[in-house]
T-cell receptor, first 116, second 111 residues
Framework: GAVVSQHPSWVICKSGTSVKIECRSL??????MFWYRQFPKQSLMLMAT?????????EQGVEKDKFLINHASLTLSTLTVTSAHPEDSSFYIC????????????FGQGTRLTVV | EDKVVQSPLSLVVHEGDTVTLNCSYE??????LLWYKQEKKAPTFLFML????IEKKSGRLSSILDKKELFSILNITATQTGDSAVYLC???????????FGTGTRLQVTL
């Protein structure tokens, strides 16, 4: 199946700093990628839709100035958590779907962010 | 607002038992329903269902979709301890295959 690589797999940062998470589709091009957040023992919640060459679309309640998304190429989307706080500690995961066909979404490995 | 509901929320069974996990949905622009298994990290894909009444099978796991009643079930027969995980149901909508996830069912298989 298609491969989506996410980096880093875990990160610890100090409160007030920014953290960048990368999501790459390794063997296909993705005009659209999705960013999810998962708190402990909860399901995945969609944060935003990352669109190559245009602005991301954010879900209700997600601050676009805090969670900066850049989709500069067909194989790379980045999520930057700016001025991170302990409540931003979570599991962040991206997904992408090859092409325009109705196929399954492929997930990155996820990034566990801990803000101290 | 798109909604996906899974039941039960959690389940404990003995090895060898058969389990049925439920997923119902209310969405606009339905494309497909997907089942994932999540252990420690990222979800791993199990099934994608687009048509009603066609059972998909993989080993001891099987799943079926009812688009009229808006639900799907995931069956696991002869459960093993390695089946212990959270099982996520998601519905894909729209042209970009945006996924809306259910809350998940936490399955624990004991010896």
């Amino acid at each position: 199946g298609a491969v989506v690589s996410q980096h880093p797999s875990w990160v610890i940062c100090k409160s007030g700093t920014s953290v960048k998470i990368e999501c790459r589709s390794l063997d296909f091009q993705a005009t659209t990628m999705f960013w999810y957040r998962q708190f402990p023992k909860q399901s995945l919640m969609l944060m935003a839709t990352s669109n190559e060459g245009s602005k991301a679309t954010y879900e209700q309640g997600v601050e676009k100035d805090k969670f900066l998304i850049n989709h500069a190429s067909l194989t790379l989307s980045t999520l930057t958590v700016t001025s991170a706080h302990p409540e931003d500690s979570s599991f962040y995961i991206c997904s992408a779907t090859p092409g325009a066909m109705n196929t399954e979404a492929f997930f990155g490995q996820g990034t566990r962010l801990t803000v101290v | 607002e798109d909604k996906v509901v899974q039941s039960p929320l959690s389940l404990v069974v003995h090895e060898g038992d058969t389990v049925t996990l439920n997923c119902s949905y209310e969405v606009t622009n339905f494309r497909s329903l997907l089942w994932y298994k999540q252990e420690k990290k990222a979800p791993t894909f199990l099934f994608m269902l687009t048509s009603s009444g066609i059972e998909k099978k993989s080993g001891r796991l099987s799943s079926i979709l009812d688009k009229k009643e808006l639900f799907s079930i995931l069956n696991i027969t002869a459960t093993q301890t390695g089946d212990s995980a959270v099982y996520l149901c998601a519905v894909s909508t729209g042209t970009a295959s945006k996924l809306t996830f259910g809350t998940g069912t936490r399955l624990q298989v004991t010896l």
